[in-house]
């Protein structure tokens, strides 16, 4: 039997170890290449096919959502499963328009996550029953909308960081644009929001479960 050969890209080697041993411990799936950075992970979906990439959507140097787009352009055949901590209200309809095939929280248990490993790489598409309400509401959803569904995908991205309480300063860093850069979107943000203040961000992250309650 041929292996389906994937291609791992998050972050945290610890994340990719433990893919790896789940993978390699099945007839059918291979670790074929691993990157912990976009800019690694762009060179290796050039330099030949996969069958399958698993991707955390919080990768260095990289917004998540821009990489997938990234990825299909260079492979437009080439199937992406989401595998993130970010819950699904969070970014999981954002990365199916981007072109992923699936989308999975890593709290999900072992089982689950080889089933949808196994189905993206066949072709199929895994949607959760969460994910699948979240897109009909996404295709119904009336003209007055939510706020937040207006920001890009780049505002979405530096929002949830200035609710989770990040600097400018931080943000930039993280994303390896300028500060002026971030502070310009995030006028564009407050604007958008209709917001005057970051306490005005979060308090509508929090009412809408874009943010932990738990936060500092």
Partial sequence: MNR???LLADDHA???????????DTDDLRCAGEADNGHALLGLVRQRDWDLLILDLSMPGRNGLELIRLVKA????LPILVFTMHQE????VRAM?????GYLTKEVDGD?????????ARGGVYVSAKLAELLATDVSRPRDVPAHTL?????????QRIVDGRSLTDIAAELRLSVKTISTHKSHILEKMGADHDVDLVRYALQHGLADATMD
């Fill in 89 to 92: 209200e969070q970014y999981a």
């Fill in 74 to 77: 260079e492979r437009p055949h």
């Fill in 151 to 159: 920001l890009s995908n780049r505002e979405f991205e530096i929002f």
């Fill in 4 to 6: 389906h050969e994937v």
């Fill in 14 to 24: 610890i994340i990719r170890n433990g893919l790896r041993n789940i993978l390699d």
């Fill in 97 to 101: 328009r981007a072109g992923a095939s």
């Fill in 112 to 120: 689950v996550l080889l089933s949808a490993i196994r189905k993206v």
